[in-house]
């Protein structure tokens, strides 16, 4: 057996990495094949049902009977011709993905496979054994590919189940089985190609990488041109774009056409030989010219310590950054000798609390640092932004048709101020008391965690009210007090500011958790404006691309889905009529799951009840079904009690974090 081919599988089987790559890539690929199986039964199911419905309306009653529905149409054979397409679609899809994966871990397993031999010098010792440097090279790509092997042997149950459903030709297998294995023959070629022209592990890697993004780009435009071009495609462009092994699998077991205007001039069979051909093509003059590289030393890196040039740039970078430390340092002391308090508001008057704490953080809020020219000419910006919503607000009150949708606007961006004011107060609270040499003072006082903890959540909303006192006061003035005034009702404006408040207060919690882990006031911040905008943001973006709340009350419903003209289908795929009741109900379950949303409870809340006797159904139902006085609020509640649980729980781990930095 060659020594390095035991050596590396011994090596690669040692290494918990490589169990962990096994597992995640297998829990990978069973919850994409799970995702893939539901909405390929689903679309399987609803076209069933769909061509049954227009075939049965397009038989006349001359030549239709039971029999003949019976026939063509029973319940095994529209569930054999469903499990059939999900079957078809499901292998497609991990076939495509396999190959993806395979063109990804391949050159990544090769990459480092000469560079780490070169980089600990034991290549050179390799040159003077008995084997030959093919030898060696052969080894190291017998590994790798036994490797890959294994892992494609944990994914065959998985290609099992689309097996059983059926719809999926022994050809096809066969194609899709050469493809994957050409595709990992190939991309550990290339690992192996830039491994053999690298010094370091971590410079072959990175140019692995950027070769195959490069190869996968130029792939793609050469497959788009292929496409869209109405007058023929130049024979470069068939060998790009197939000789990529992923376009390759997507354009051989796909049934869509490969050119929007016609059949192209080369049949798929011949797409399929051409691609193979240039793989295995390509595979061995990557693997020659790897043999080839690697029995040489290379040349001494261009750019290295004891180069002249490199030495004078790096000379050079350095005085730069002793001058900039210069100058900060300089600036720093300008600014301690004239005073770093710029301007304090005068609210001495109005700030008088008896927590002695509480009434420093307030305060502090109101005086200005003297900064540089960037920090001046960002709060004069967000002085002038401020002026003009709060003019541009003012002036929307007097105009009693846009009053309301002026009023929704106002308070959409009270919130959003707010929040954007609390991840800066609160995520730099406990921070600025470490990089300011003030915690130390703080822990001896008489003040117990939980007044502490207090005193910081309510000082950035205290700050805050102050600061907004203009925009409250305007308010009022969007309340529609009469039947003859436009604007919003009393009742949702209150629930609306309730919101708002709540909500401020869980993203103010947010933040002094933030701050008690952060190691500067800079990091806090940025953590608090992250998290914030993952949970308002990034959980509405996976839910419309995924759909996750309509999965989830579809199987709070039983697994029932129904399409955009709110028709019902069951797990068979058989249409069962509108249920309304249903519709409604689905409607408030949705919505209370995403009560949690600030955004979606004050649209809920401020949004009028809609009375149109024909809102609930018409001809091109798309669930717009009004909410009602109850289901407004339900999600109001709903919305408030998680809020209110989530600021309980992160004031109490920072007490309990501060209670730990006290006793330590």
């Known amino acids: 057996m060659n020594p390095i081919l035991a050596r590396e599988i011994r090596a690669r089987f040692r290494d918990k990495r490589s169990f962990w790559l096994l597992f995640a890539l297998t829990a990978l690929l069973c919850v994409v094949a799970a995702w893939i199986y539901n909405d390929a039964a ?56 396999n190959a993806l994966a395979w063109l990804l871990i391949a050159p990544a397993l090769t990459a480092t496979a000469l560079a780490k031999e070169r980089e600990r010098g034991l290549l050179e010792s390799l040159w003077l054994s008995p084997f030959r440097i093919r030898s060696q090279i052969a080894g190291r790509m017998a590994a790798t590919l036994f490797f890959l092997f294994i892992l494609q042997l944990s994914a065959l149950p998985i290609y099992g189940i689309a097996l059983l459903l059926g719809g999926v030709s022994p050809g096809e297998v066969g194609v899709a089985a050469t493809l994957i294995a050409a595709t990992a023959l190939v991309g ?96 061995v003059f990557l693997l020659w010219a790897a043999t080839r590289k690697a029995s040489v030393p290379l040349p001494e890196a261009r750019w290295q310590e004891r180069n002249p040039m490199w030495q004078r740039w790096r000379a050079r970078i350095e005085a730069q950054k002793a001058e900039r430390k210069r100058r900060e340092e300089a600036a720093r002391l300008r600014e301690n000798v004239a005073g770093a308090l710029l301007y304090e508001l005068p609210i001495e008057r109005l700030v008088r609390f008896r927590d002695p704490l509480l009434s420093r953080e307030v305060k502090s809020r109101f005086r200005l640092r003297a900064g540089n020219r960037m920090v001046s000419a960002l709060r004069f910006g967000a002085f002038i932004l401020a002026g003009g919503f709060w003019l541009r607000a003012a002036f929307s009150t007097t105009d009693a048709p846009t ?66 006192a203009a925009g409250w006061i305007l308010v009022p003035f969007y309340i529609k007090w009469s039947a003859e005034r436009t604007g919003i009702d009393f009742l949702p404006m209150m629930g609306a500011i309730a919101i708002i408040v709540f909500s401020l207060g869980a993203a103010c919690a947010l933040g002094l958790y933030v701050s008690s882990r952060a190691p500067h006031s800079a990091a806090g911040t940025s953590w608090t404006l992250a998290i914030l905008l993952v949970i308002l943001a990034g959980f509405p973006a996976l839910d419309s691309i995924g759909d996750v709340l309509g999965r989830i009350t579809n199987a709070f419903f039983g697994g029932r889905t129904f399409d955009r003209y709110g028709r019902f289908f069951d797990q068979d795929g058989r249409a069962t009529g509108i249920d309304m009741q249903e519709l409604k109900w689905r409607q408030v379950v949705k919505s209370s799951l995403n009560a949690y949303h600030p955004i979606s409870a004050l649209q809920e809340v401020l949004n009028e009840r809609e009375t149109q006797p024909d809102h609930y159904y018409n001809h091109n139902l798309v669930l717009g079904l009004p909410r009602d006085d109850g289901t407004k609020v339900l999600n109001f509640l709903l919305n408030l009690t998680q809020t209110a649980a989530v600021t309980a729980l992160m004031l109490h781990l920072v007490a309990r974090r501060v209670r730990k930095i006290e006793e330590a």
């Open 42 to 97: 689903v679309r399987a199911a609803q076209a069933e049902a769909q061509a049954r419905s227009q075939f049965l309306a397009s038989q006349s009653s001359v030549f239709y009977n039971d029999s003949f529905q019976d026939t063509y149409y029973s319940p095994y054979s529209a569930l054999a011709r469903q499990a059939n397409a999900t079957g078809r679609e499901l292998f497609r899809a991990l076939a495509l993905g």
């Open 403 to 468: 009053r309301a949708e002026s009023g929704q606007v106002f308070i959409f961006g009270l919130w959003g101020c707010g929040m954007l004011a609390m991840s800066v107060m609160a995520g730099s609270s406990f921070t600025r008391e470490r990089e300011s040499g003030t915690w130390e003072g703080l822990k001896l006082s008489l003040l117990r965690p939980a007044q502490i903890v207090r005193s910081k959540w309510l000082a950035p909303l205290v700050a805050f009210g102050y600061w907004s």
């Open 188 to 283: 550990a070629s290339g690992g192996m190609w830039c491994s053999a022209r690298s010094h370091r592990p971590a410079n072959a890697l990175g140019a692995t990488f950027f070769v195959v993004s490069v190869w996968s780009a130029a792939a793609y435009f050469a497959q788009q041109h292929i496409y869209h071009s109405f007058v023929g495609s130049a024979a470069w462009h068939y060998a790009l774009a197939f000789s990529h092994p992923v376009f390759l699998m997507q354009s051989v077991l796909s049934d869509a056409p490969l050119n929007r205007f016609g059949p192209l001039p080369i049949s798929r069979e011949d797409l399929l030989r051409l691609g193979l051909a240039l793989q295995i093509a390509a595979s």
